[in-house]
């Protein structure tokens, strides 16, 4: 590329960018809002009482819908494991309990999405939101200290990468 093409490239690139980043903190703002908004609903009591609302939430409020993913579509209402995931790292998180996304392979090779939580006493719950909602509240899906040995999920952390 010539001197002359990249003079005439470079602010159009830089548009892009910068409307591309204006963007994404307009997004990101919104979604605080909305976890803002949702949390401000929820009673105040134990970290285990807390993660219990935003379970029940996301469980009454998501609908699995596959081409939905992320955590703005989860927030309005469809998305697969990946947005519940999101969903409930991002509202954990702003509640003040440290939540870190699990994605793994599950025992059928399929790849998924869940929740690692780190309570204050340095114990560790494993949360799955939308086998939980997929398995009309069953609370086998929350609390566990394990990550589900012997249902659906493989080992414990082997298999598993956390993303906060």
């Not at 903190?25 to 919104?30: D, G, L, M, S, T």
């Not at 609908?63 to 703005?72: A, C, G, I, K, R």
């Not at 780190?118 to 929350?142: E, H, P, Q, V, W």
Request: with cysteine.
């Amino acid at each position: 590329m010539t001197e002359q093409q990249n003079q005439m490239i470079t602010p159009i690139l830089n548009t892009i960018v910068n409307d591309d980043i204006r963007e994404f903190e307009i997004k990101r703002q919104e979604n605080q809002a909305k976890i803002d908004s949702i949390l401000s609903g929820f009673t105040a009591g134990s970290e285990e009482h807390v993660l219990k609302q935003i379970s029940e939430y996301l469980r009454k409020n998501i609908v699995y819908t596959y081409d939905y993913y992320d955590l703005s579509s989860a927030l309005d209402g469809k998305s697969v494991c990946n947005g519940y995931a999101l969903a409930f790292n991002a509202m954990a998180n702003r509640a003040g309990i440290r939540s870190d996304m699990c994605i793994g392979k599950a025992s059928n090779g399929v790849y998924h999405a869940w929740n690692r939580v780190t309570l204050s006493d340095g114990t560790y719950r494993f949360y799955d939101i939308t086998f939980y909602d997929s398995n009309a509240g069953n609370t086998k899906y929350l609390h566990s200290t394990t990550s589900f040995h012997g249902s659906y999920l493989i080992n414990d952390y082997t298999d598993c990468w956390f993303k906060r």
